[in-house]
């Protein structure tokens, strides 16, 4: 490949090569790093991106497409994704194509360039390894390959897909169970085999714990004012807004969950589950996601809402809700509203729907309550029944912590 002298030129790169018979620009694409097994070479154990690109830089997907060519690579556009090594000549022939934008390339700008520019210098130091793969995803269905399924572990990560919306069925079938030391993974199979050598050397590793998934910490930089106090309580894939705070203890973020605004963590958001902003999760509160006890149904956790410590929440719930803390509202519990207090939520909630002839007492199920905004959930010390009433509290989190 040439070297391309100006935007006009690399304009006109774009254009041909989206004219190939098959051309399909990707869902998402990037080019990672990767761990590959201590005992077999050909087992990829994690893919660290520094970029990705996810509906967005097709002109860059382009590129990367017509230096794959220069290399001798053809791309396969029929599938649902695509992973090659990153060789010498593909590097070569794509920092010849991004020559034009060298210049802006810095900080935020023409990232996918620096990542070029990078791997240029790499190779001219160091020589390029088979430490690098790129991967194109052309749809959202079941990954295939660890690429794949790391790629959209960071599309949920840095918040360029909403959580909830991406295809991540299997994923646990395709990664590997292996050690986690120092955010290098090690093949179990290897620990064991080098066991006795490396305790009597004193080389065996610190393992900072056993999971096919990393830390959400080793992988992305949260935004300035978010914070998480113990790496492990966040897994990658999980999504945190800015203003986040995860605190130590009993708090737990899954992946594919997360929060959508400043949120107080210190309890647990299971996979699926969503909060909103200025909600507080107590300590050891338990929002429960899809496979433990929501009949699926994944929940979402409204603004400004209390989750009282030791609380469990199996249903979604609107803005201003209150769970005091250590009771369990499920989609099954039967909860107990008095007359009175009917009408104040039916004006914060239009869609409430109830008996009006009858002044007593009446009785929901939570699921019937799902979504609702104001409610405010007790227990009687005295009898022992859950019921619901309008919220007489703002939840409002301190803004020095957010």
Known sequence: MKKINTKEEFKALIEETESIAGYRKPLGFGIARVDRGQKNKDKILQANFPIINWNENFGSAAIYVAALKEAGVEVDFSGSEFVCDVKKKFVKAAFKAFAPYFAEAEG???????????????????????????????????????????????????????????????????????????????????????????????????IDSVDKFPRYLAHVIPADNTRVLDASKVRMGAQLHAGTTVMPGASYINFNAGTTGPVMVEGRISSSAIVGAGSDVGGGASILGVLSGTDGNPVSIGQNTLLGANSVTGIPLGDGCIVDAGIAILEGTKIGIAFAELPKIKEANPEFCYDESLEEMQYFKGLQLAGLHGLHFRQNSVTGQITGSRSRREVVLNSDLH
């Open 108 to 206: 935020d700008a023409h990232r996918n360039v620096q990542v070029i520019k990078t791997l240029h210098w790499i190779n001219e130091i160091d020589k390029l390894r088979d430490d690098f793969r790129l991967v194109f995803i052309y749809e959202d269905v079941a990954p295939k390959s660890v690429e794949a399924v790391y790629l959209k572990l960071y599309a949920l990560s840095t918040s360029k897909a909403p959580i909830r919306s991406l295809n991540l069925s299997g994923a646990f079938g395709v990664l590997e169970n292996v050690a986690w030391s120092l955010n290098v993974p090690i093949e179990l199979e290897w620990l064991r085999e080098n066991e006795i050598e490396m305790k009597l050397q004193g080389t065996y590793p610190v």
